[in-house]
């Protein structure tokens, strides 16, 4: 994985920040003494030690630099006046300083000034003032000037201005540095190698250098440079003060191909995601750029401003990560960084452009392949002659789910082999963990009209056609020992039992082709795994963590989803509630979908949440079901799921820790999971808390749980705030007055 330094700032200053960026695998921080106090410096470097983050002292080095001034910037018209001080001074339109303030001396008639990149540039034009310290400049190009940014002499004839290469304040960070016991140094404006044995005789062997590339003079003596340096970090933007833009990249390419000969890395800075400093969306050309140095055969990639001041530092990470994973699961990826040539047509054949496992997302499917067994469209004579099968609602959902890539890897209804396995190993024959059956029962009648390798037609119970399936297998089944296996009871009580009872004596196996989404009162919410990937991306997460219920939310359950996000360092939390078939007494999918919107409007902070229908049936399978549901969110794009203290049960059948005690066997879910237990609220203290992780248990707690939800609202009885938000509770008392559904 190609390495992240992460300059941080005053947008990244707390400890929570740096354990974000340590959660989010950062290599390293650093701070920029240019723009750094000493104070700040130490501050950064305790901070990274609790944190547990390698951290890098960036020297300012010998550079000239604008002083500090009285706003945040400042404007500057061509054919204006400036006073350039050598004393520092807070500077203005009419006046400003140059740091050190040695340079205002060694400064003659003619010379140039340009300040930053696209900054401003002046010409001086009188130094008969500069025993008072001070000189003329008359601005030749428009620009803004902003605190502390570098300046370029570009002098009327060739000179020496004799500049230190470490400052004062350099030398007093290199001490702190050292007694911090700090591993790296990155060495501003080095020249030479000459340089580099100054810096080395100063800090022994205590501190690995990286040397950055910044000047004219760094490029001729490059390979000296190299030879001495432990690591290169090639600054594009002060480089660029010196150097055209245009020749900038040849430049890059060419000292990342010299020094991958010398086995020496190499880390990229500048204006990789500038952009995202002020929005929360890199560019095109940003992406094509850190794409291309990572092909190149960069070591590290540097955000600078986009975490040190920025308005979205952890997107601009997320963004960043996404870019790299995506350019290494490229096919042929290090064949195009050899020769910088990638065949189309190769391209093409791997399905590139549909190839979701080739992904941007932060999780691989489940089973590695993500599947997609839809059409766009198809004519009736395709359908038309084809046998059907009429489906009921809850196989309807199993056959979109199958074909939009939710079930990934099935492709169709299982076949008996599969089906033995899942039961006796959660195993598919793939060898992948899978634990429950997703099978087509089928009566008699319909098993005399289709034949294997034949195909038929899936019509829904409005009698459209749905999906075609391709004929593999059709074979009987025992209910009881399906049941037994599944739920470990075979008593009819059970809703899932009851399900297996009522099917009928035939399986069919094959794959789906999906013809029509179902439509429902919710297909609004009804984002398929892709669409739910692609938004997540949109909004620059990565680290996601999915939350499944069948019960409409109390305080406990914002407890969870707030804890997920403090804890879990969760850039986001997809709601995900089932509405699909349920058991008598459930809350019904409209209210629990119609109270989520309620907590997300005016409870739950907008900008981290996705509510989204998981358009599947409740199977009350316990364990089982725990292990489906976590498979089934990574499918969707989620790094972790949510799993609380009686996650998918019924009561008297599991024990209460089950669905939680059975990921500790599974080894290769490829999704982490948030455990919690049962949530009290404590009225003396006026707080909540995870039953079986608080020593303050007291008298007078109170428990929070679905079925005591459902309790006060079948009683037509309001809760207390401190159980569910009043609205929450008030919107369900209100449907129960009107005669609406409100219970299954």
């Given at each position: 994985m190609i390495k992240l330094l992460v300059t941080v700032g005053p947008s990244t200053s707390e400890e929570r920040d740096l354990r974000i960026m340590k959660d989010k695998e950062v290599d390293f921080v650093r701070v920029n003494m240019s723009h750094s106090s000493l104070k700040e410096l130490s501050y950064f470097q305790k901070l990274s030690k609790k944190v547990g983050i390698p951290f890098v002292v960036d020297t300012e080095g010998s550079q000239i630099r604008i002083g500090e001034l009285k706003s945040e910037f400042i404007y500057l018209k061509e054919g204006e006046f400036v006073e350039l001080h050598g004393n520092p001074i807070i500077g203005s339109k009419a006046a400003f300083s140059l740091q050190p303030k040695e340079i205002i001396r060694r400064l003659e008639l003619g010379d140039l000034i340009h300040v930053d990149f696209d900054g401003v540039i002046l010409r001086v034009i009188d130094t008969l003032n500069l025993a008072q310290g001070y000189l003329l400049a008359v601005v030749i190009a428009s620009g803004y000037l902003f605190p502390r940014k570098a300046v370029v002499i570009d002098p009327v004839k060739p000179r020496n201005f004799n500049l230190p290469i470490l400052s004062s304040k350099d030398l007093e960070a290199i001490k702190m540095s050292l007694r911090e016991k700090i591993d790296y140094i990155a060495f501003s404006y080095v020249h030479s190698g000459s340089d580099i044995d100054t810096l080395r005789n100063l800090i022994g062997n205590k501190m690995k250098i990286i040397s950055k590339i910044e000047s004219y003079d760094a490029l001729i003596n490059l390979d000296e440079i190299i030879e001495k340096s432990d690591y290169l970090l090639i600054d594009r933007g002060d480089l660029s003060k010196e150097i055209p833009p245009e020749r900038i990249p040849f430049i890059q390419m060419s000292i990342?191909?010299?020094?991958k000969a010398k086995k020496k890395n190499v880390f990229v800075a500048t204006n990789l995601l500038e952009s995202m400093v002020k929005n929360s969306k890199p560019t095109r050309a940003e992406i094509q750029d850190i794409t291309s140095a990572i092909l190149d055969g960069v070591y590290g990639l540097t955000l600078s401003a986009e975490t040190a001041i920025g308005e979205h530092p952890i997107r601009c990470i997320n963004t960043m990560r996404r870019v790299i994973k995506h350019v290494e699961t490229v096919p042929q990826v290090k064949e195009i960084s050899n020769s910088r040539?990638?065949?189309?047509?190769?391209?093409?054949?791997?399905?590139?452009?549909?190839?979701?496992?080739?992904?941007?997302?932060?999780?691989?499917?489940?089973?590695?392949?993500?599947?997609?067994?839809?059409?766009?469209?198809?004519?009736?004579?395709?359908?038309?002659?084809?046998?059907?099968?009429?489906i009921d609602k809850d196989t309807e959902m199993d056959v979109v789910q199958i074909a939009t890539g939710a079930f990934s890897p099935l492709e169709g209804f299982m076949n008996e082999d599969d089906l033995h396995l899942v039961l006796d190993k959660m195993k598919l024959s793939s060898g992948c963990t899978w634990p429950l059956p997703i099978v087509l029962d089928i009566d008699k009648k319909d098993a005399d009209k289709i034949s294997?390798?034949?195909?038929?037609?899936?019509?829904?119970?409005?009698?459209?056609?749905?999906?075609?399936?391709?004929?593999?297998?059709?074979?009987?089944?025992?209910?009881?020992?399906?049941a037994r296996k599944i739920y470990g009871t075979e008593d009819p009580q059970h809703p899932g039992v009851a399900r297996i009872i009522s099917k009928k004596p035939f399986l069919v196996a094959g794959k789906v082709t999906l013809l029509n989404r179902r439509v429902s009162e919710m297909s609004q919410y009804e984002l398929t795994p892709l669409?739910?990937?692609?938004?997540?991306?949109?909004?620059?997460?990565?680290?996601?963590?999915g939350f499944h219920t069948r019960n409409v939310p109390h305080r406990g359950h914002e407890y969870i989803l707030l804890k997920s996000i403090e804890d879990q360092f969760c850039d986001g939390i997809l709601l995900h509630p089932v509405i699909g078939s349920k058991k008598k007494g459930d809350f019904s999918s409209k209210c629990i979908v119609k109270s989520y919107e309620m907590l997300m409007k005016n409870y739950?902070?907008?900008?981290?949440?996705?509510?989204?229908?998981?358009?599947?049936?409740?199977?009350?399978?316990?364990?089982?079901?725990?292990?489906?549901t976590a498979m089934c969110r990574k499918n969707y794009g989620c790094t972790h799921f949510i799993v609380g203290r009686d996650h998918t049960g019924v009561s008297g059948y599991y024990g209460s820790k089950d669905s939680q005690k059975v990921f500790h066997k599974i080894k290769d879910l490829g999704i982490e999971i948030i455990f919690f237990d049962e949530i009290i609220y404590s009225r003396e203290r006026k707080t909540y808390f995870e039953f079986g992780l608080s020593d303050n248990k007291a008298i007078g707690d109170k428990q929070i749980s679905g079925s005591g939800f459902r309790e006060f609202i079948s009683r037509s009885e309001l809760p207390p705030s401190w159980f569910a938000r009043e609205d929450v509770s008030n919107m369900l008392l209100d449907s129960i007055s009107n005669g609406e559904e409100v219970f299954v």
């Open positions: 990342l191909g010299k020094c040539n990638l065949d189309y047509e190769y391209l093409l054949s791997t399905d590139y452009l549909n190839n979701y496992n080739i992904t941007s997302s932060s999780v691989n499917p489940h089973g590695g392949r993500f599947v997609d067994r839809t059409v766009p469209s198809y004519d009736d004579s395709e359908i038309n002659h084809l046998p059907s099968i009429q294997v390798d034949g195909e038929c037609l899936l019509i829904d119970y409005r009698n459209h056609p749905l999906a075609t399936l391709r004929v593999e297998q059709i074979y009987d089944h025992d209910k009881k020992v399906l669409q739910l990937r692609k938004l997540f991306i949109e909004k620059g997460w990565e680290k996601i963590a739950l902070p907008k900008d981290r949440f996705v509510l989204s229908a998981f358009n599947t049936y409740s199977h009350y399978a316990g364990p089982r079901e725990a292990i489906f």
